[in-house]
């Protein structure tokens, strides 16, 4: 049996008949698309969440009232109860903590219009934090200087701005040592930060950063507060200034022995874990969908193999009189059958990254191309054209020489 021959035949018969094997692939290239749109989207996805949303280091950890991934009305009314984390909590988390590399602190909750002369912008991020914040939160400075331990001790009206208020304010000028206000209050610019671009189509440079004494005089000390922690390295460091800081603050809050923390403490991990298991449910329900496809488009390949035995009984007969064997006439068919699905799942490859990459070109985010994923929907797409192709295939190679000869359409 010519493994070659047989493959050629099946894209001849595929090329021949172009309207039905439009039809009869369908299905296949539905199904491997949306799996490799789905995979090419969400692998892209999880590498800019890691990257753009969730960007604390992997030996960072950060301490609030209350947990940043909430997933029911509880946790919110819990947290919403719990005593606010303030600035001596830090301070005390600071002194205490002897496995943590560095400590900062940050609130923001507030966004305002900034003005500079005649021009303002609005949904302005207002942050206040501590010098150390901006290296834990990897935010680097174009120009000017950071915010520094003066700045905080004396409620200093300084701040560092990002790029969109540059833009938008100071067209064509150096910002550095010009006074802008922050809702009432005036503030000298001292430092821009990196453009850092945007993420899920809000822009990441719209604030302005100022001294955290500064932001609670201005907007009010009845606010929590979020104290970040970067430890020596990762793993059991990490586990051990984590349970360092820990410690300090339920002395500090006077938690009961055995009583759960009166405030969440969270790493990286903990974002990401939920992001992945909100994106595994979305792909094993487009699993589930495509896996559908693939079986109608098992069934469709079936039939038409079977149409196709009909057709081609006497060519069947002819090879069997000139010695063709079962086990000759069964691999010819099933090598068809699979070639056929192979088409399928090479046209869905093409098609799912073409609409992935569409998609995310779109809405702005980058998106990445597993090359297992493409191997294992070639493989897929070619076991069904094989599991469906048995049937025609063994009706192919059981029919009667001289029967088959005889058969007229």
């Known amino acids: ?60 950890f950060i301490i609030n009232k209350h947990s940043s991934v909430i997933t029911n009305i509880d946790q919110l009314l819990e947290g919403e109860k719990r005593k606010d984390i303030t600035l001596e909590d830090y301070y005390a988390v600071t002194e205490g903590c002897k496995r943590c590399a560095d400590l900062g602190a940050m609130v923001t909750n507030v966004t305002g219009k900034v003005k500079y002369g005649q021009q303002s912008i609005t949904n302005t991020f207002v942050r206040g934090l501590t010098p150390a914040m901006p290296a834990i939160l990897n935010v680097d400075l174009d120009s000017g200087r950071p915010i520094n331990d003066n700045d905080v001790d004396n409620h200093s009206p300084v701040a560092v701005i990002g790029t969109d208020l540059v833009d938008n304010l100071f067209p064509g000028e150096d910002p550095v040592n010009k006074e802008i206000r922050v809702g009432d209050q005036p503030y000298r610019v001292i430092g821009v930060g990196k453009k850092q671009g945007t993420t899920l189509g809000q822009s990441r440079d719209n604030y302005v950063m100022i001294p ?7 907007y009010g000390t009845h606010t929590s507060i979020i104290i970040c922690g970067k430890a020596n390295g990762v793993g ?47 792909f094993i329900a487009m699993i589930a969908i495509a896996a559908t496809a693939l079986i109608v488009g098992g069934i469709v390949i079936m039939n038409i193999m079977l149409v196709s035995v009909t057709e081609r009984t006497r060519e069947i007969g002819i090879r069997k009189a000139m010695g063709a064997r079962r086990k000759d006439v069964l691999l010819q068919f099933l090598i068809e059958s699979s ?13 799912g990254i073409v609409l ?31 599991f469906f192709g048995v049937y025609p295939a063994k009706r192919a190679a059981r029919l009667d020489p001289i029967v088959a000869l005889r058969f007229e359409l």
């Open 1 to 60: 049996m010519n493994i070659a021959e047989a493959i050629r035949i099946a894209l001849r018969s595929l090329w021949a008949n172009k309207l039905r094997s439009v039809l009869t692939l369908l299905g296949i290239v539905i199904g491997v698309g949306a799996v490799i749109a789905v995979l090419t989207f969400v692998s892209g996805i999880n590498r800019y969440i890691a990257e753009k949303v969730f960007n604390l280091g992997a030996d960072v």
């Open 212 to 218: 955290i004494t500064a932001y609670l005089k201005q």
């Open 236 to 282: 059991s460091q990490l586990d051990a200034a984590m349970d360092e800081a820990r410690v300090i603050l339920r002395t500090r809050r006077h938690d009961a022995p055995g009583a759960s923390d009166s405030f969440a403490i969270e790493t990286n991990e903990n974002f990401l874990s939920l992001w992945q298991d909100l994106t595994q449910t979305f």
């Open 339 to 351: 070639t056929m699905a192979l088409v399928g799942g090479f046209l869905g490859v093409i098609g």
């Open 356 to 386: 992935a990459k569409s998609v995310t070109l779109l809405i702005g985010m980058p998106s990445s191309v597993p090359l297992w994923a493409v191997l294992a929907a070639l493989l897929v797409s070619s076991s069904v054209g094989l």
